[in-house]
């Protein structure tokens, strides 16, 4: 990793990566190890204990894992600390509803431009992340790309979410990386759409040709939290919105259910994804 790497990395870290190296560092003094020896314990180097230290490289998943087994004193420190060290690497507009999103009790998305985050297969997110403006160092793309696969365990949780996506059609047919990862892509989003817990709709391309379009506005994410209180979340340019106002809120999802009324139904979507997954592409 290069020196502006680190620096980056350090000026970028949040509360929670902070509050892990000093742990880790208190931790590892307490019991009088070195950082090269602590390094030696857990498998990584003394240089990366230090950058742990630091934080000019936070904690990847597997370091928490063996830092709690190696010096976590039976407390379940750098155990609980997993999830929220994981949200501490999302971009900044995206923090405040990433534990939101993981615990929701009903998501509904309608994405106009790019396949929805929790959907994206892993070739995609890199190929989407990593060709960005400005550009990112190759550590923070894959630090991203990780971040954003380790959403999918909403899929599987218990208690089951319900998941919804209504993707436009041109978003299907928006290559990003190289066509076959496009088609990977595609073959993932059918696999997901017939998950029980998940439901897939298609606006079609043609659907403003018909006088009326109610998603011609942009993409957004209505959210029924844990609380069963109702949010709405909204994302541009870096810069994200979240709307609580109960009279807002009923406003958008008046406007999202016009959406799902428009969109191609959950059959013929996923056809229509199976057919474009299998076509040549020039």
Same mark, same amino acid.
């Given at each position: 990793?290069?020196?502006?790497? @680190?620096?980056?990395?350090?000026?970028?870290?949040?509360?929670?990566?902070?509050?892990?190296?000093?742990?880790?560092?208190?931790?590892?003094?307490?019991?009088?190890?070195?950082?090269?020896?602590?390094?030696?314990?857990?498998?990584y180097?003394?240089?990366?204990?230090?950058?742990?230290?630091?934080?000019?490289?936070?904690?990847?998943?597997?370091?928490?894992?063996?830092?709690?087994e190696?010096? %976590?004193?039976?407390?379940?420190?750098?155990e609980?600390?997993? @999830?929220?060290?994981?949200?501490?690497?999302?971009?900044?507009?995206?923090?405040?509803?990433?534990?939101?999103?993981?615990?929701?009790?009903t998501?509904?998305?309608?994405?106009?431009?790019?396949?929805?985050?929790?959907?994206?297969?892993?070739?995609?997110?890199?190929?989407?992340?990593?060709?960005g403006?400005?550009?990112?160092?190759?550590?923070?793309?894959?630090?991203?790309v990780?971040?954003?696969?380790?959403?999918r365990?909403?899929? !599987?949780?218990?208690?089951?979410?319900?998941?919804?996506?209504?993707? !436009?059609?041109?978003?299907?047919? @928006?290559?990003?990386?190289?066509?076959?990862?496009?088609?990977?892509?595609?073959?993932?989003?059918?696999?997901?759409?017939?998950?029980?817990?998940?439901?897939?709709?298609v606006m079609?391309?043609?659907?403003?040709?018909?006088?009326?379009?109610?998603?011609?506005?942009? %993409?957004?994410?209505?959210?029924?939290?844990?609380?069963?209180?109702?949010?709405?979340?909204?994302?541009?340019?870096?810069?994200?919105?979240?709307?609580?106002?109960?009279?807002?809120?009923a406003?958008?999802?008046?406007?999202?259910?016009?959406?799902?009324?428009q969109?191609?139904s959950?059959?013929d979507?996923?056809?229509?994804?199976?057919?474009?997954?299998?076509?040549?592409?020039?």
């Amino acid at each position: 990793m290069t020196a502006m790497a @680190r620096a980056e990395n350090k000026d970028a870290a949040g509360g929670v990566t902070h509050l892990v190296a000093d742990l880790a560092r208190a931790l590892r003094e307490q019991q009088a190890l070195s950082q090269e020896q602590l390094g030696s314990r857990i498998g990584y180097t003394g240089s990366a204990i230090s950058a742990l230290e630091t934080c000019a490289q936070p904690a990847s998943d597997q370091m928490l894992v063996k830092l709690e087994e190696s010096i %976590g004193a039976g407390l379940g420190i750098f155990e609980k600390a997993r @999830r929220y060290v994981l949200m501490d690497k999302y971009p900044p507009q995206f923090k405040d509803f990433s534990l939101m999103e993981a615990q929701a009790v009903t998501l509904s998305a309608y994405e106009t431009y790019v396949v929805d985050g929790l959907f994206q297969t892993e070739e995609y997110a890199r190929a989407l992340i990593g060709g960005g403006y400005p550009k990112l160092a190759e550590q923070k793309v894959e630090e991203l790309v990780g971040a954003r696969m380790a959403r999918r365990a909403l899929f !599987d949780r218990e208690p089951t979410a319900m998941v919804e996506l209504i993707v !436009d059609e041109a978003v299907l047919r @928006r290559p990003f990386g190289s066509w076959e990862v496009l088609r990977g892509q595609l073959r993932s989003l059918a696999e997901d759409a017939r998950r029980d817990n998940v439901s897939l709709q298609v606006m079609p391309l043609e659907r403003g040709l018909r006088g009326a379009h109610a998603g011609a506005r942009g %993409g957004m994410k209505l959210v029924e939290t844990k609380e069963h209180h109702h949010v709405v979340y909204m994302e541009i340019e870096d810069e994200s919105h979240l709307v609580g106002s109960p009279a807002k809120v009923a406003q958008l999802s008046h406007r999202y259910a016009k959406i799902r009324s428009q969109a191609l139904s959950p059959d013929d979507s996923l056809s229509l994804i199976e057919r474009l997954a299998g076509e040549e592409q020039r």
